[in-house]
């Protein structure tokens, strides 16, 4: 209520006087540099003082530049968040809901304890299969699922994929899009790698493909999101800038039809309420009074050449250090991850004495001998609940991250991984040509 002259004795807020900050400095970087070091030596140094907005020094909290689409949007603490508030909505005990068959582990923890469980969607290189989803939906059978309904929610997380760091293609998506009409399927879009799309890459030793040149060309290459396809109101998109900015910021928003948003605003009401708002006030400083919109775009281009330099150097330490008998992969197009498919029944006692998950173990075990870290795949299956042991015709999967670790020790850990399958697969040392490289390539090259 804004009345003039109003004293409002009705609030439970504590007066800013006893708020221990004066002032919060942070220093950004200048567009179009953004190094670490030329941030440190020229960085632009932004003030918030604790009564600015009083005060009429800034515009943060002030609706003159609120998003004007605000009744399809809605802030969030973050895609882990939103999707636990959106299985909140959408969902109740005994549920089925549709996900890509490996999935983001926290987001199958998610479903866990609302008693809702997962049904894996079979993929490829490009994520998802439409088959198989067509197949699932198709031939529903309540009573082989405890008497559940046919699934009507998918969820995926269509760019870079968490952990096979597939994208689905614009025509993949648009089939997914056309049986999720037909059989009335609402999706939840999960877009937190979306602005790390990547150039091609090329194969060991080439002359890599140009990033794009302007704002213009560099939106017109991302894959058009299934929010972009949508017609029916049926897309619910989450997004973060947990991985282009910060993740402790823990700040992102959604973007749906405005009944959905007004059952998410008034779920968020009565749970998380808002990121925090010291995250916010160093959002607005960034983007708003530093960036602007043309800096972001920057920023984005800039992560665009960063993260493929960064999937070039392991895919091609891949392909000098991992044995072709035993090992290939596809390189990613977006996100963080790296996929490695494990040939687990060249392993000397498949035919015999051990399984998937026993061989699985035993190379998890051998890299950390050797001093690297690489996840399993079976870790990431969206069927944990229930599911039957690993068969013959099951494949063996390692998720590897090349987003954080030095190049260097990107490759050292690559080699050392290589080291740990050939131990365990009982490899004779590699062969290698004038290029050092191990007697094995990638997928395509």
């Known amino acids: 209520m804004r009345l003039p002259g109003l004293i409002s004795l009705g609030g439970g807020l504590p007066s800013s006087e006893y708020f221990p900050f004066e002032r919060i400095d942070i220093k950004v970087p200048a567009p179009p540099d953004f190094s670490e070091a030329a941030t440190k030596e020229s960085g632009i140094v932004k003030s918030a003082g604790k009564r600015d907005i009083a005060e009429g020094k800034s515009i943060f909290g002030n609706d003159s530049w609120k998003l ?109 899009y056309r049986i999720a009409q037909q059989h009335d399927i609402y999706i939840l879009e999960d877009e937190p790698y979306y602005y790390l799309q990547m150039q091609p890459y090329t194969g060991l030793d080439s002359p890599s493909i140009p990033p794009p040149s302007s704002h213009g060309e560099f939106l017109a290459s991302l894959v058009p999101s299934y929010l972009s396809m949508d017609t029916d109101g049926r897309v619910m998109r989450m997004d973060s800038f947990s991985k282009v900015v910060a993740p402790g910021l823990r700040t992102g928003w959604i973007v749906a039809s405005e009944q959905i948003i007004e059952r998410y605003v008034r779920h968020a009401e009565v749970s998380t309420q808002s990121p925090s708002g010291p995250s916010q006030l160093i959002l607005f400083k960034l983007l708003e009074e530093t960036w602007g919109h043309d800096g972001y775009l920057d920023w984005l281009m800039n992560l665009r050449v960063e993260y493929t330099s960064r999937r070039d150097n392991i895919c091609e330490a891949c392909e000098r250090c991992l044995p072709k008998a035993v090992a290939t992969f596809d390189p990613p197009m977006a996100g963080m991850f790296l996929w490695i498919k494990i040939l687990w029944h060249k392993h000397p006692a498949a035919s015999t004495t051990k399984g998937l998950l026993a061989i699985e173990d035993e190379i998890h075990l051998a890299c950390i001998d050797r001093g690297v870290l690489a996840s399993k795949g079976s870790w990431f299956r969206a069927e944990q609940q229930d599911a039957p042991e690993p068969t013959q015709s099951d494949d063996m999967f390692f998720r590897m991250t090349f987003a954080a670790a030095s190049s260097e020790a990107v490759r050292e850990a690559v080699a050392r991984f290589g080291a740990a399958l050939g131990a365990v697969f009982g490899l004779e040392e590699q062969e290698r040509d004038g290029n050092g490289v191990v007697n094995g390539v990638v997928n395509g090259h």
């Not at 809605?74 to 549709?98: I, K, W």
């Not at 998918?154 to 293609?169: C, F, I, R």
Request: net charge negative; hydrophobic share 35%; with cysteine.
């Open 68 to 176: 004007t689409i605000r009744d399809r949007c809605a802030m969030t603490v973050g895609n882990t968040s939103a999707l636990d508030m959106a299985l909140r909505m959408f969902t109740v005990r005994g549920d089925y809901v549709l996900t890509d068959n490996y999935m983001f582990c926290s987001a199958l923890e998610t479903a866990i304890p609302m008693r809702v469980k997962c049904i894996g969607i079979d993929m490829d290189s490009e994520g998802l299969l439409p088959s198989s989803l067509e197949n699932i939906l198709a031939n529903w059978d309540p009573s082989a699922h405890q008497g559940a309904s046919k699934p009507w929610l998918l969820y995926t997380v269509p760019t870079g994929q968490n952990p096979t760091g597939a994208t689905q293609s614009e025509q993949r998506r648009r089939d997914i």
